[in-house]
């Protein structure tokens, strides 16, 4: 009864049994179902045809497919269970969500960050909302990615929920962390390498002035070539962020 009179149904894969039948409850009220997930749970396969937004960490799509582009990964996960959306958080640099056959990138805010702890889950409870409220794609992981950068600007997990108007604010009047740069701009360049590396290694979401890290740049350089689309520059990013973890670069931070 309490799944039954709700609006919407948010669940995580912990206890994956309990989560499997509350999604397919909600599934039979016609309540739409988000989920918070980025470790493989064993039996999670019953849980995905009964998920209608599915935002994942940035590693989860690979791992849950086998498939290493993480764009394929995602559309693969979107077209095996049939979800509305399909998405990935990515840190430092907002969201991905594919949606009818189509990709939507949303970049984060750039803010004074002074802990990150709690900031997925501000996103997931903004995402919810934003669900709730009716708003498009887009605007929705714009207004998450607001209020995840909003929670950052404080001590704590619940450091600083901030209000709905400090999140219009922000995403009226706030800088956006940029993916693609010019390859042709050495300093543009290096901005890029640093995005990447903030990306790929722990660490808060603010600016960073370090240097790349030299093993990082052969692939930085070639991560965009003239005539690539942002969408193959974000891919870029997206390799070269799972491959860097691959290799265990967390000794390449100062």
Same mark, same amino acid.
């Given at each position: 009864?309490?799944?039954?009179?709700?609006?919407?149904?948010?669940?995580?894969?912990?206890?994956? #049994?309990?989560?499997?039948? !509350?999604?397919?409850?909600?599934?039979?009220?016609?309540?739409?179902?988000?989920?918070?997930?980025?470790?493989?749970?064993?039996?999670?396969?019953?849980? %995905?045809?009964?998920?209608?937004? %599915?935002?994942?960490?940035?590693?989860?799509?690979? @791992?849950?497919?086998?498939?290493?582009?993480?764009?394929?990964?995602?559309?693969?996960?979107?077209?095996?269970?049939?979800?509305?959306?399909?998405?990935?958080? %990515?840190? !430092?640099?907002?969201? %991905?969500? @594919?949606?009818?056959?189509?990709?939507?990138?949303?970049? !984060?805010?750039?803010?004074?960050?002074?802990?990150? +702890?709690?900031?997925?889950?501000?996103?997931?409870?903004?995402?919810?909302?934003?669900?709730?409220?009716?708003?498009?794609?887009? !605007?929705?992981?714009?207004?998450?990615?607001?209020?995840?950068?909003?929670?950052? +600007?404080?001590?704590?997990?619940?450091?600083?929920?901030?209000?709905?108007?400090?999140?219009?604010?922000?995403?009226?009047?706030?800088?956006?962390?940029?993916?693609?740069?010019?390859?042709? +701009? #050495?300093?543009?360049?290096?901005?890029?390498?640093?995005?990447?590396?903030?990306?790929?290694?722990?660490? #808060?979401?603010?600016?960073?002035?370090? #240097?790349?890290?030299?093993?990082?740049?052969?692939?930085?350089?070639?991560?965009?070539?003239?005539?690539?689309?942002?969408?193959?520059?974000?891919?870029?990013?997206?390799?070269?962020?799972?491959?860097?973890?691959?290799?265990?670069?967390?000794?390449?931070?100062?």
């Amino acid at each position: 009864d309490h799944i039954a009179c709700a609006r919407l149904l948010h669940i995580d894969g912990h206890d994956t #049994p309990a989560v499997a039948r !509350a999604a397919r409850i909600a599934r039979q009220h016609g309540i739409p179902v988000t989920v918070d997930v980025d470790t493989i749970y064993k039996g999670f396969e019953d849980v %995905l045809p009964n998920v209608d937004y %599915l935002i994942t960490s940035s590693e989860f799509p690979e @791992r849950w497919t086998g498939e290493s582009d993480p764009l394929r990964a995602l559309t693969l996960i979107q077209e095996t269970y049939g979800m509305r959306v399909a998405a990935m958080t %990515l840190g !430092a640099h907002g969201a %991905l969500a @594919r949606a009818e056959g189509r990709f939507h990138y949303s970049p !984060a805010f750039v803010v004074n960050c002074v802990d990150t +702890t709690g900031a997925g889950d501000i996103f997931h409870g903004a995402f919810c909302y934003a669900v709730l409220e009716g708003l498009d794609l887009d !605007a929705a992981l714009e207004f998450s990615n607001a209020m995840a950068a909003l929670n950052c +600007t404080a001590l704590g997990a619940r450091g600083r929920i901030a209000t709905l108007e400090e999140a219009r604010s922000l995403i009226a009047r706030g800088e956006r962390r940029a993916v693609a740069a010019d390859p042709g +701009t #050495p300093d543009r360049r290096h901005v890029r390498a640093q995005a990447v590396r903030e990306s790929a290694l722990p660490g #808060p979401a603010g600016a960073v002035d370090r #240097p790349p890290a030299p093993a990082l740049l052969p692939g930085i350089r070639r991560a965009r070539e003239p005539g690539r689309s942002a969408a193959g520059d974000l891919l870029g990013v997206l390799r070269l962020r799972l491959s860097v973890r691959a290799r265990g670069a967390v000794g390449h931070r100062p």
